[in-house]
């Protein structure tokens, strides 16, 4: 098969199969993360200042919920749109999620999502991968971002847009009380 019909096949295909059959050839160097996100690989080199983050969020998580709790971090999960693969920096699903015949997550099952922004790839927080947890319905989106210290939590996800955003800089607390029942302290998330 020549790259043109790999591509061809690849944008016939409602299930991502081609893509993903790609993908699984990908050889992801130690030290990176790769995601699809609108067809397009991406792969970012995991730094300090992104784990802390993910690691204190992924904690306050487990406080609220329990260490059962179906939260993970850079697991891939196939969302709405053109070609999205992504892996979400934290994800939570809700309890009794199950893989599908791929052994992928469903979008149907994710209640939050955070990702901690990347120089390189902070366009797609804030652009596609925005979108598309918004067409998937996932009720809150929070984008961390230690360049700027803010937090922007994203709710009530309609129409593929979300209708209500708000904004805490790094310090404050990030109250989730309404839908997930936590508030999430940022006093200690670093800035770069």
């Known amino acids: 098969m020549t790259v043109l019909e790999d591509r061809i096949e690849m944008a016939d295909s409602d299930d991502m199969s081609a893509l993903d059959r790609l993908f699984e ?6 030290g ?14 995991q730094r300090s200042i992104h784990w802390l983050i993910i690691r204190r969020i992924v904690r306050a998580l487990d406080e609220r919920f329990g260490m059962d709790a179906m939260v ?6 196939d969302f709405p749109g053109g070609l999205n693969g992504f892996c979400p920096d934290v994800a ?8 599908n015949s791929a052994n ?7 209640e939050f999502v955070a990702e901690v922004i990347s ?8 652009g596609p991968k925005k979108t598309a947890y918004a067409t998937a319905e996932v009720p809150v989106f929070l984008v961390v971002d230690p360049y700027v210290g803010k937090c922007h939590v994203y709710t009530q996800p309609k129409d593929g847009e979300y209708v209500t955003e708000t904004t805490v800089s790094f310090g404050g607390d990030v109250d ?4 997930l029942g936590l508030t999430l302290k940022t006093d200690e998330f670093p800035r770069d």
Do not use: C
């Open 25 to 30: 050839r990908l050889s992801v160097p130690e």
């Open 176 to 179: 989730l009380t309404t839908t």
């Open 92 to 99: 939570k699903l809700r309890d009794g999620a199950e893989q």
């Open 119 to 126: 120089k390189g790839t902070a366009a797609n927080d804030y």
């Open 32 to 45: 990176y993360r790769a995601e699809i996100v609108e067809g397009a690989v991406y792969m970012v080199p």
């Open 72 to 77: 993970f971090s850079d697991v891939r999960i």
């Open 104 to 110: 992928h997550w469903l979008h149907q099952d994710v």
